[in-house]
T-cell receptor, first 109, second 112 residues
Framework: GIQVEQSPPDLILQEGANSTLRCNFS?????LQWFHQNPWGQLINLFY???GTKQNGRLSATTVATERYSLLYISSSQTTDSGVYFC???????????FGQGTILTVHP | GAGVSQSPRYKVTKRGQDVALRCDPI?????LYWYRQALGQGPEFLTY????????KSGLPNDRFSAERPEGSISTLTIQRTEQRDSAMYRC??????????FGPGTRLLVL
């Protein structure tokens, strides 16, 4: 199966700082999703991004499928951005997701 | 409904008991998935349904775990003779063809 590696494992920021989270995957994929798991345990969809770049407010994501990586950019971070960020490539035709270990983000006021 | 719902949200049971976890997907979503998430880890795939057909159950850890989706909508994940190592968050997700997979709030299972 697909191997997924996320970096960094932990990230501590001051409010207002920018950050880049990286996701490397071992095989070609049909798709990729980024999620935010908030402190209450909810998994929130951020991006559905098989390739290219998408932006949603202060967040943007880029997937370079040919080089097997994806990046999540967070600009002007806020305390509410704290939580765990997961990337999950989809390696099958029917949508099975393989999750990385996640990046734990803590944003201090 | 507006989103994927799961019940119960929390379940505490004694070792050896059977538990049934329910998932109600987004209306019209043909694909349904079950994942399990241990503390500090990312979710891991358990099984997949296309309508009522279980098309991949390769992630089910052993034969104490089973799942069904008899009418192509609500699904039930059953764990028989629970063990302490079964304690985890069990998540359900659904999607339409080629679209984003949406997750429910999960059922946190604690086996004493």
């Amino acid at each position: 199966g697909i191997q997924v590696e996320q970096s960094p494992p932990d990230l501590i920021l001051q409010e207002g700082a920018n950050s880049t989270l990286r996701c490397n995957f071992s095989d070609s994929v049909n798709n990729l999703q980024w999620f935010h798991q908030n402190p209450w345990g909810q998994l929130i969809n951020l991006f559905y991004i098989p390739s290219g770049t998408k932006q949603n407010g202060r967040l943007s994501a880029t997937t370079v499928a040919t080089e097997r990586y994806s990046l999540l950019y967070i600009s002007s971070s806020q305390t509410t951005d704290s939580g765990v960020y997961f990337c999950a490539p989809e390696g099958t035709s029917y949508g099975k997701l393989t999750f990385g270990q996640g990046t734990i983000l803590t944003v201090h006021p | 409904g507006a989103g994927v719902s799961q019940s119960p949200r929390y379940k505490v049971t004694k070792r050896g008991q059977d538990v049934a976890l329910r998932c109600d997907p987004i209306s019209g979503h043909v694909s349904l998935y079950w994942y399990r998430q241990a503390l500090g880890q990312g979710p891991e795939f358990l099984t997949y349904f296309n309508y009522e057909a279980q098309q991949d159950k390769s992630g089910l850890p052993n034969d104490r775990f089973s799942a069904e989706r008899p009418e192509g909508s609500i699904s039930t994940l059953t764990i028989q003779r629970t063990e302490q190592r079964d304690s985890a968050m069990y998540r359900c997700a659904s999607k339409s063809s080629g679209q984003t997979q949406y997750f429910g709030p999960g059922t946190r299972l604690l086996v004493l």
